[in-house]
């Protein structure tokens, strides 16, 4: 049997290893900015059954090497402010990525067509972009952040969100790689504490004891230059960093398009930023919903959370 579901995908792990389907696409792949058939399949079945899976190369890696030049300086800067916000209390910023100057902006980060085209494979047609913004481990970590789900209200038990992730370096356990949980996407609010007062929900502790005994937590391997795509309601946690140099990860969401959230990402107004998108996203089946802001209104807002700080667990009151 076992031999029958190997030769049916070979791509496919048994569950019981809990490590993710890791999807290569081959050259004409890349060219096309599709998937074909038997990549689709090994995708779409590590999606539905763990909730997440590793696109490798397909950005080049020297434009992450040139963003993640840019976020240690900015790390930097952060570090002088008072009063700076850590996730959890972990040495784990907020931080989103460099757009401006164009130098910034590369096309096989932000409009990625295999991205793209794996969106809408899992999420339907038509979904929408409402969210860049970053995450940053700092080295040296003492502090992990606990085991929780970003999917803060009701949801359905279908695909309705996913967010899409670009380590600026390699990651692994050795750097801080998101803890990720296998297959726990078909969780929902049951197993979460209520959001507390900047949003943050934890999984309760019998849910997590349970499921260590099975499935545990673990820290996957991500080359610089592959895209983690992960279901919204994934269990997953911030784990220390314990490298000499910060692990920066940019983080793009997507949108189904019957799910109506209320998430804008914001860009610089007057950088030609608006137009790249649009153009990079037409014929593409994605649609990017964004709010323009004066130049140094959005440098000051760029390390901000892109979503709204009131959670409704309604279905129609949807945030994502």
Known sequence: MSSQTTEYMPGLPPKALNIPVEVAPSLEERSAGRFNDANIKLFLSGMHRDGVVILKDVIDPSHLDIINEFMVEDTARELTKENLHRNFGSENLQQGPPLTPSKYFFDDVYLNRLLFHAVNLY???NATWNMIT???ALPHGVKRQPVHSDAMCDHPPAPFYVV???YTTDASAANGSTE???GTHHFNTEAQTPPGSHGETHIIDEYVQKRKKSLPGFQPTVKKGSILIRDMRLWHAGVCNKSEAIRYMIALGFSASWWHGTARFRIPAGTGIYERLMHGTKNHNITP??????PEEYE?????HDFSDVEKMTYEGEVF
């Open 289 to 294: 919903l964004m709010v323009e802001l004066p």
């Open 180 to 182: 990720v949980w296998l």
């Open 164 to 166: 899409a992730n670009v």
């Open 123 to 125: 999420l339907g047609p």
């Open 300 to 304: 000051n807002l760029r390390n901000a």
């Open 134 to 136: 970053g995450n940053n």
